[in-house]
């Protein structure tokens, strides 16, 4: 995959997870695509009710899995593009545990970093 870029992340998204226009969450952003933080709120809501009810070895979290490994493992990835998968993706990871426990065992390099960087952050209960 060649290098994400910001401007690119929506079309990204969708041409990776074209099932993701298929769900009422597409359906409630549709006409906002030019705006990456208001497209992947509702795609990572899908991702994490996938991962919650099918596991993590469907392949729909399997692409996932690698679309973050990637692209945070890409040492050209631009800093709004690291920031939208900190913010999108990895804080809805950070609870409950059961996520972080994917989260860890999933990412791997600079992903896993980044995604330990938020986990850290995140107030602990």
Do not use: C, H
């Not at 997870?17 to 695509?33: A, H, N, Q, S, V």
């Not at 990895?90 to 980044?114: C, D, H, I, M, Y």
Request: avoid cysteine; aromatic fraction near 14%; proline fraction near 5%.
């Amino acid at each position: 995959m060649s290098t994400l870029k910001y401007k690119d992340s929506v079309s990204k998204l969708l041409e990776l997870f074209p099932e993701f226009k298929d769900t009422d969450g597409y359906e409630m952003i549709k006409d906002e695509l030019y705006l990456a933080y208001i497209v992947f709120t509702p795609f990572m809501d899908y991702i994490v009710n996938i991962l919650e009810n099918d596991g993590e070895n469907n392949q729909i979290i399997l692409r996932f899995v690698n679309f973050v490994n990637e692209t945070l493992n890409d040492p050209e990835i631009d800093p709004d593009t690291k920031d939208l998968f900190q913010i999108e993706f990895f804080e809805k990871l950070t609870l409950p545990e059961s996520r972080v426990q994917f989260a860890k065992k999933n990412f791997t390099g600079k992903a896993l970093e980044q995604f330990n960087l938020v986990n850290d952050w995140r107030p602990k209960k």
